[in-house]
């Protein structure tokens, strides 16, 4: 499955960014997909994951009650929605897709076989 990610851009602290992640080439209902980040001089670290149904979702304890994670499996698309938004933040956030024969979601890297380009979050003070 090929993943887009965009929506990324400059944004003050406080403020709010909606991601988006179009997906293409298999069945995007056969996997889960999750929301991923990294800022630089460190790992990639996991953000936010929604299962193929859409009907569980997890987050990492730092971006709960302000990020939101969400799907539309008529269009293919998944989405974060980061409100709140505080300069430790920035980072390239990553959308990725697992097959769903692995379990409803995971929050490692490894759970995940396909990955978007990544797209530019800054968050400034």
């Known amino acids: 499955v090929q993943l887009q990610a965009s929506g990324g851009g400059l944004v003050q602290a406080g403020g709010s960014l909606r991601l988006s992640c179009a997906a293409s080439?298999?069945?995007?209902?056969?996997?889960?997909m999750g929301w991923f980040r990294q800022a630089p001089g460190k790992e990639r670290e996991f953000v936010a994951a929604?299962?193929?149904?859409?009907?569980?979702?997890d987050y990492a304890d730092s971006v709960k009650g302000r990020f939101t994670i969400s799907r539309d499996n008529a269009k293919n698309m998944v989405y974060l929605q980061m409100n709140s938004l505080k300069p430790e933040n920035t980072a390239v956030y990553y959308c990725?897709?697992?097959?769903?024969?692995?379990?409803?979601?995971?929050?490692?890297?490894?759970?995940?076989?396909?990955w978007g380009q990544g797209t530019q979050v800054t968050v400034s003070s």
């Open positions: 929604i299962s193929a149904s859409g009907g569980r979702t």
């Open positions: 080439g298999r069945t995007f209902r056969n996997y889960y």
């Open positions: 990725a897709a697992g097959p769903i024969d692995r379990g409803y979601y995971y929050t490692n890297l490894r759970g995940y076989d396909y």
